[in-house]
């Protein structure tokens, strides 16, 4: 019986990849194990896919009976509806705990780095596993998106090893070049609903009861959304009342001025403005040097609940 490998909602690139690259060490470690997604792929994962002959992990947003492992992620609310129906073997994530919990024991990899894929690195270089040149790539480009090419404050020098060696088994000379790339790739909003730039890096959080959603758009140019404000915070309001949210923040992250627009749509934006120390105007304000939601955003507004 195969297992199952997955990483969060709204799946981005760490986690798409990072399903890829952990079930290709398993498989090579005995253990016959399947990536999958909960959500579609994104422009940058395609990307990433495309220029290393990836393919796509199947969908799969039921796990019930199943053996799985689970990456990128531990809490509930990013996980399939019938998760506490499936056996969790492990975890491999960078992120805090969340509330997932178990019955018998499991392997955990959590560490506190720039990304998933780098900790899948660490666990190759642990059993002594070669890495592929296509998943290498991958990994390598999963690594430069979580870290914003090394400019994200959850940047260690863990990951920046990682990439340099994965990119020599790779045979990329111009990594960084690539990653830029792959940046304009993920930049382009043309065509998108407000919808779509809103769920684009969509994860939801369970505070203490409250329930705050908060999702991530990272561009090489943000102004390039200042015509469509108005229509973001209608959809981030209608986003609210369907998902029964307390807090809807999206955070427009600029990464050539190395900053963050915030837009807070809450019952209580008290909460917001103490636990980032900023004062909202009309509902938004400007976050010098914030780019990561894991780092600068979450562990600041989860006391305030």
Same mark, same amino acid.
Request: a negative charge; charged letters at 25%.
């Given at each position: ?118 900790? +899948?690195? &660490?666990?190759?270089?642990?059993? *002594? =596993? %070669?890495?592929? !040149?296509?998943? $290498?790539?991958? #990994? ?22 990682? +990439?340099? &060696?994965?990119?020599?088994?790779? *045979? =990329? %000379?111009?990594? !960084?070049?690539? $990653?830029?790339? #792959? ?123």
């Amino acid at each position: 019986m195969a297992t199952y490998i997955f990483g969060h909602t709204s799946p981005d690139s760490d986690s798409i990849v990072g399903a890829i690259s952990l079930s290709y060490l398993k498989n090579q470690l005995g253990e016959e194990c399947i990536p999958t997604r909960q959500g579609e792929i994104s422009a940058e994962t395609a990307f990433i896919l495309k220029t290393f002959g990836g393919t796509a992990p199947e969908l799969k947003t039921s796990v019930a009976g199943e053996k799985v492992y689970i990456i990128d992620f531990s809490d509930y609310a990013q996980a399939p509806a019938d998760m506490k129906e499936a056996t969790l073997l492990g975890i491999v994530d960078h992120h805090k705990l969340g509330d997932i919990t178990t019955d018998t024991p499991l392997e955990c990899w959590i560490r506190p780095i720039g990304c998933s894929n780098t900790v +899948v690195y &660490e666990m190759y270089r642990s059993y *002594g =596993v %070669e890495i592929p !040149k296509d998943i $290498a790539g991958m #990994m390598m480009l999963a690594i430069l998106s979580d870290t914003v090419i090394f400019k994200s404050p959850t940047c260690t020098k863990v990951d920046t090893k990682a +990439v340099k &060696e994965l990119a020599k088994i790779a *045979g =990329v %000379e111009d990594y !960084k070049a690539l $990653a830029m790339e #792959m940046f304009i790739v993920k930049s382009a909003t043309e065509g998108a609903s407000a919808r779509d730039l809103n769920t684009r890096d969509y994860k939801p959080f369970d505070m203490n009861g409250s329930k705050v959603g908060v999702n991530q758009l990272e561009m090489i140019d943000i102004s390039a959304l200042d015509a469509r404000k108005d229509e973001i915070f209608e959809d981030m309001k209608k986003m609210k009342e369907e998902e029964g949210l307390h807090t809807m923040i999206v955070l427009l992250t600029d990464i050539m001025k190395e900053g963050s627009q915030i837009l807070v749509v809450s019952d209580e934006p008290s909460k917001i403005e103490t636990g980032l120390n900023l004062k909202l105007e009309n509902n938004e304000a400007w976050l010098d040097g914030v780019l990561s939601r894991k780092k600068q955003i979450i562990p600041f507004i989860q006391p305030q609940f």
